[in-house]
């Protein structure tokens, strides 16, 4: 099946530092990827959608100037969380959706990043 | 706006039991997709299955199966002999059609499923 990694997979920073989660699909070309937060022991909610060359898409409750997403190219997606603080502190996914064929595309899941803030 | 419920937030059995975990979602698009996934402790979503709207036939693979009833809104899934290695948390999710795929998902809270051995 199609692969998506994340890196880093772990980072721990300072409060007030800012921190950059890359989300990449090895081999396919993805126009549509998401990203999810999960705080220890509860759901996965979606943070925002973004579309290959366009503005992200944001979930209702999500800053956009908190959470930076950039997706210059199908193949990455890049995830900035801007002077973080501790209760940024979560296990960040990210996933990938090939094309808009009009058949069914899958979505792969990355890894996650666990990102603490001191 | 769309709901995913699980409303077991943990089982535990003993192996080789049969177990079923609940799935109950609100939509109001007909069109739509369910899924399940298993987060095991090391965090990676291992994906299960998919079920479009249209498709109510009951699927099994092994010793997993999958309950889709649209009259009850539920997607129930049920392990069969179970074993040790399948103790994870097991999440339901829900998702509109968007363009030839799946949008962003809506995750239900996981039920944490512990087998006993």
């Known amino acids: 099946g199609a692969v998506v990694s994340q890196h880093p997979s772990r980072v721990i920073c300072k409060s007030g530092t800012s921190v950059k989660i890359e989300c990449r699909s090895l081999d396919f070309q993805a126009t549509t990827m998401f990203w999810y937060r999960q705080f220890p022991k509860q759901s996965l909610m979606l943070m925002a959608t973004?579309?290959?060359?366009?503005?992200?898409?944001?979930e209702q409750g999500v800053e956009k100037d908190k959470f930076l997403i950039n997706h210059a190219s199908l193949t990455l997606s890049t995830l900035t969380v801007t002077s973080a603080h501790p209760e940024d502190s979560s296990f960040y996914i990210c996933s990938a959706r090939v094309g808009t064929a009009s058949s069914y595309n899958e979505q792969f899941f990355g890894p996650g990043t666990r990102l603490t803030v001191l | 706006a769309q709901k995913v419920t699980q409303a077991q937030t943990e089982i535990s059995v003993v192996e080789k039991e049969d177990v079923t975990l609940d799935c109950v979602y609100e939509?109001?698009?007909?069109?739509?997709?369910l899924f399940w996934y298993k987060q095991p402790p090391s965090g990676e979503l291992v994906f299960l299955i998919r079920?479009?709207?249209?498709?109510?036939q009951n699927e099994i693979s092994g010793r997993y199966s999958w309950n889709f009833q649209k009259s009850t809104s539920s997607f129930n899934f049920t392990i069969t002999a179970s074993q040790v290695v399948d103790s994870a948390v097991y999440f339901c999710?829900?998702?509109?059609?968007?363009?030839?795929?799946?949008?962003?998902?809506?995750f239900g809270k996981g039920t944490h499923l512990i087998i006993q051995p």
């Open positions: 999710a829900l998702a509109m059609y968007s363009g030839g795929g799946a949008d962003g998902l809506t």
């Open positions: 939509t109001r698009d007909t069109t739509y997709y």
């Open positions: 079920r479009n709207s249209f498709d109510e």
């Open positions: 973004s579309n290959e060359g366009s503005k992200a898409t944001y």
